[in-house]
């Protein structure tokens, strides 16, 4: 008796691994069957190899004064900052896109008020001495009758050349300087 029950669950044994070792069909996971070709056309994420996002040193924090004032504390309208950072990269056969992302916050002066104001962002990525891109955004946010307002700025176009990863960098901060892209 105890050898036919160790054949038999032996053999359930067996059935459970072959059930476990199946390849299910790309249809009935709810992927569109294909070729290996079609597969490698899409782009890759990547984070390996994604360029890091810095702050550059004085330019995470940016204030607005009334006309003719410059820091006067009691001219500000707005102070508006950077905190945080991310990225992601896409790769494909040529070229490496990355999203950059950066959270903010802006807060009314004494001589603001509610309504939107225009944030100059600029998003550089450079290799060395070289810029490999560098754009200026006119971002606007809208400060609340509160006189407080987080938001997150996005740059989903930032191109650089396949391979220029891994010594990249890539930079966020304001800017005051002329709105010209590469």
């Not at 459970?16 to 290996?36: L, R, Y």
């Amino acid at each position: 008796m105890i050898g036919k029950t160790r054949r038999l669950l032996g053999i359930s044994l067996l059935a459970i691994a072959a059930g476990c070792s199946q390849t299910d069909k790309p249809g009935e996971m709810g992927v569109a069957g294909g070729t290996g070709q079609q597969a490698s056309q899409q782009p890759s994420v990547i984070q390996g190899a994604c360029p890091q996002v810095y702050l550059r040193e004085g330019t995470a924090v940016h204030r607005a004064y009334a006309r003719g004032a410059k820091d006067d504390p009691e001219k500000l309208l707005f102070q508006a900052t950077l905190s945080a950072t991310t990225r992601q990269c896409v790769q494909n056969e040529s070229n490496l896109t990355v999203t950059v992302m950066a959270q903010g916050r802006v807060v009314s002066g004494p001589a603001g008020a509610a309504g939107a104001v225009a944030l100059p962002i600029r998003v550089a990525a450079t290799d060395g001495d070289k810029t490999l891109y560098s754009n200026l955004s006119k971002f606007s946010v809208t400060i609340p009758p509160e006189g407080t307002a987080q938001y997150v700025f996005t740059d989903a176009q930032v191109v650089l050349p396949g391979g220029a990863g891994s010594f990249s960098k890539i930079y966020v901060g304001f800017d005051e300087g002329p709105y010209n892209t590469q």
